[in-house]
């Protein structure tokens, strides 16, 4: 006569999308990588800023990941409004080893969008103008102080909310010289983008959370230093 097991088996532990390690059932984040799980609050649809951020984040999990974080940065100098800063946290919490890795595509790509920004300034000046907030009038004010204090213009606007592209043309229409345009650039973009990519590296997953809880915060805090930006441009430099 054949036994029959009347003990249900145990159900196994979920894993995580992202890094396939088990997981809490009813988790909002994954505990190893910060990776969104489980049931979140729907975003309700005139929260444009969030649902942009959530499109971004989403690129994290895919295999393309590195290109789009390389596609970002280099738009972000031009005309897409979120930083590349966005994209890449998650993507160091996915692979806290790779995080140098992330930090120089990140930098480089935005590097390389600064020079042809300042060819543009150069070359191309009216193109330059088709750009949101990117004004002749604006140009003029800075390109004349850029003969004493242009690396320190364009090293500041690399490493904080000032709009980059705006500096970068204008360096580029004062014929500033290119290797300290480089320079400052390189500098600049990387202090900020490996400091980023440390922090997720050494802070893990308890970021992510965070984030997600204070994000409409964060956005307008994120918007009043973009503005604050401006305010600088036009009355300091």
Not at 65 to 82: C, G, K, Q
Request: include cysteine; charged fraction near 15%.
């Amino acid at each position: 006569m054949t036994q029959v097991e009347t003990d249900n088996p145990s159900q196994a532990a979920p894993a995580c999308p992202r890094c396939k390690m088990d997981i809490v059932a009813d988790a909002e984040f994954c505990e190893h990588c910060g990776a969104k799980v489980g049931q979140h609050k729907q975003v309700p649809f005139w929260h444009v800023h969030r649902r942009a951020y959530d499109w971004t984040l989403a690129w994290a999990y895919r295999p393309s990941a590195a290109i789009a974080l390389m596609v970002l940065s280099f738009a972000e100098s031009s005309f897409f409004p979120i930083p590349p800063d966005v994209l890449l946290m998650p993507l160091v919490l996915g692979a806290r080893r790779r995080w140098l890795r992330y930090a120089t595509i990140c930098s480089a790509s935005s590097v390389a969008r600064a020079f042809l920004g300042y060819v543009i300034g150069m070359f191309l000046i009216d193109v330059a103008l088709m750009i949101p907030h990117i004004t002749q009038e604006a140009i003029d004010s800075l390109a004349g102080k850029f003969n004493e204090n242009g690396q320190a213009y364009v090293f500041l606007a690399a490493l904080t909310p000032i709009p980059f592209k705006l500096l970068t043309i204008t360096a580029g229409f004062a014929k500033m010289h290119l290797l300290l345009f480089a320079a400052a650039c390189a500098v600049g973009r990387s202090i900020r983008f490996f400091t980023v990519a440390w922090l997720m590296h050494r802070f893990g997953p308890t970021i992510t959370p965070f984030l997600d809880k204070y994000f409409n915060w964060l956005a307008m805090l994120f918007g009043a230093l973009l503005v604050g930006g401006f305010i600088v441009v036009k009355y300091i430099f």
